[in-house]
C-alpha cells in the first residue's frame, strides 16, 4: 500500500443506506485526478490501485485527503479493479476509471436505483441477461420481490445485483458516446444484456464475491465478461440510462473511431459465446495489442499490464 488517508467521521451528515467505494486502477493519470476527485462525495470510499511512474498518488492524497486510499498493484487491469474490491469497505462496489467525472445526481440516483426507488423496465428474457437458464455454479441471490428474496435498501439487500450506467461527452466525440449509449439502451431493452463498461459499473459487495470477481486472465475486456457471467448466473443485472459519468480524455478514440469501435463489438460478441467456459482462448486472453503505447502523453490506467 502506498498511502491512506483518514475516513471522515461524517456522524449526521453521512447519506442515509449502504456505503459506496468507488475503485479506479491508475498509471500516470495526475492530468487527469483533479477532475474525477472533484466529482466524488466525501462519504465515498476512494481506491485508488496504482501502478504510476509520477506522482499520481500523492497528488491524490493532497487533493482528497479524506476517504482516500492508494494501493499499489502491479499487473492487468483485471487484477487492479480486483485488488481494490478486496480492499474496498463498501456495501456497494463501483468500478471506474480516472479519464471520467461522476454526474452531480450520480451517487444519489445509484443508491435509489439498487433501492428499487424507481421503476424499471423488465427486458426480454436471455440465457445471459438474468433472467433465463440458471448457471449451476451459483444460485440467484435476488427475486426481485418474489418469495423470501424480495429485499429491500434498508434491510441491506437491494432490488439488483449490478447495475451498469452510461459513458457520455460534452465535448469531443459526443456523437460518438451517445451512439454507443444507446446501442446499450436497445441491447438491454431487446435481450436484458446489460452491457457494461469499465467506467460506470456497480456490483453489490455479495454478488461480486459470488461471482468470484474479475477474471485475471483477461487483459481487457474485463468488464464485459463480469456482466455477461453475472447474467449466465441469474444474477439481476440492469443498465440505467440516466446514471452517468462524463469522459474527459479521448485518448482511445484519437487513434481511431472504427479501430475501437470493431475491437469492442468483435471482442464482446466473443465473450458472449464462450463466457460460460471455464478457460478462455488465447484469443481472448491476449488484447489485440490495444493497450499498446502511442507515445510518453498516452499512458493509462489500461497500462497497468506489463
Not at 69 to 91: C, F, H, K, M, N
Not at 176 to 196: E, K
Request: charged content about 20%; hydrophobic content about 35%; aromatic content about 6%.
Amino acid at each position: 500500500m502506498i498511502g491512506t488517508a483518514p475516513r471522515p467521521d461524517l456522524g449526521a451528515t453521512r447519506r442515509s443506506g449502504p456505503t459506496t467505494s468507488v475503485i479506479v486502477p491508475t498509471k500516470n493519470e495526475r492530468h487527469n485526478l483533479p477532475r474525477l476527485l472533484a466529482s466524488l462525495p466525501d462519504d465515498v470510499e476512494l481506491l485508488l490501485c496504482d501502478a504510476s511512474d509520477d506522482d499520481t498518488p500523492e497528488l491524490a492524497l493532497h487533493l482528497r485527503p479524506h476517504n482516500t486510499r492508494v494501493l499499489s498493484v502491479a499487473g492487468s487491469i483485471a487484477a487492479a479493479r480486483q485488488a481494490g474490491a478486496e480492499a474496498s469497505t463498501g456495501d456497494l462496489l463501483v468500478f471506474s476509471d480516472a479519464d471520467v467525472t461522476f454526474a452531480p445526481d450520480y451517487f444519489e440516483r445509484l443508491l435509489a436505483v439498487f433501492g428499487g426507488g424507481e421503476p424499471a423496465p423488465t427486458p426480454s428474457p436471455s440465457p445471459a441477461s438474468g433472467r433465463g437458464e440458471p448457471d449451476s455454479q451459483t444460485p440467484p441471490l435476488h427475486r426481485n420481490g418474489e418469495g423470501g428474496g424480495g429485499w429491500g435498501l434498508a434491510e441491506g439487500c437491494y432490488r439488483w445485483d449490478a447495475v451498469c450506467g452510461a459513458k457520455l461527452s460534452r465535448g469531443q466525440y459526443a456523437g460518438y458516446y451517445r451512439l454507443v449509449a444507446a446501442s446499450q439502451r436497445l441491447t438491454y431493452a431487446a435481450s436484458g444484456i446489460a452491457a457494461a463498461s469499465g467506467s460506470n459499473m456497480a456490483l453489490t459487495r455479495r454478488a461480486f464475491r459470488a461471482l468470484g470477481g474479475f477474471r485475471s486472465d483477461l487483459r481487457c475486456n474485463e468488464d464485459t465478461e463480469l456482466f455477461l457471467r453475472a447474467g449466465r448466473r441469474r444474477l439481476q443485472v440492469h443498465f440505467d440510462p440516466r446514471l452517468v459519468v462524463w469522459a474527459t480524455d479521448h485518448r482511445r478514440l484519437h487513434r481511431g473511431l472504427v479501430r475501437k469501435s470493431v475491437h469492442s463489438l468483435v471482442r464482446n460478441l466473443l465473450l458472449f459465446v464462450v463466457c460460460k467456459r471455464p478457460g478462455l482462448p488465447h484469443l481472448l486472453v491476449h488484447d489485440w495489442g490495444y493497450w499498446a503505447r502511442t507515445g510518453p502523453a498516452t499512458s493509462s490506467a489500461r497500462h497497468l499490464v506489463r
